[in-house]
């Protein structure tokens, strides 16, 4: 190591650290462009305001008044062809009229497929459809079954 032992030892720990963050450089793959990755996801949930979702714990159903959303959401599915999980729906029964009315909890499965490229932007796919299955009670005049459209 020469006549400075200190000095050589140094330098080596130096030359060592520089070359890490080159190796690594060179060993990363390639960065993907942006809209590239963005294709390759999974398909996105829409909300109210616009704003893509991915395995949400609550959802409102009507954007309008808020009378119907999905809470306590738990997925066990999200793929490219649907999503599948389970929650509550959370329904104002409007009685005597909305803004008096009372919130009623009633489990579901929640199935969302349909997905579409948007049209807002194309690299963005989404889910165009929901399925309720009403899994123990309700809404009044409710199919056990029922399914809405999705915008995005």
């Keep these: 190591m020469g006549r400075n032992p200190m000095r050589a030892a140094v330098t080596l720990c130096a030359a060592a650290a520089l070359a890490l963050p080159l190796s690594t450089a060179f060993a990363a793959p390639p960065a993907q462009p942006a809209a590239q990755a963005r294709q390759t996801q999974d398909p996105v949930l829409v ?3 616009g704003q893509p979702q991915v395995r ?4 409102v159903l009507a954007c309008g008044d808020g009378n119907s959303r999905l809470v306590s959401l738990h997925w066990y599915r ?3 062809n649907a999503a599948v999980g389970r929650g509550t729906n959370a329904v104002n029964d409007c009685d005597p009229y909305c803004a008096a ?5 009633y489990p579901v499965t929640v199935r969302l497929d349909r997905p579409r490229a ?3 932007n194309p690299g963005e796919v989404h889910y165009t459809r ?3 299955t009403y899994t123990d009670g309700r ?3 409710s199919p056990r079954t029922v399914t809405y459209p999705l915008a995005g």
Aim: proline fraction near 8%; charge should be negative.
């Design 130 to 132: 929901v399925t309720l």
């Design 47 to 49: 909300d109210c305001s």
């Design 118 to 120: 948007g049209e807002q």
């Design 78 to 80: 999200w793929d490219a």
């Design 101 to 105: 009315g009372a919130f009623h909890s």
């Design 56 to 59: 949400p714990g609550a959802y």
């Design 139 to 141: 809404p009044d005049g």
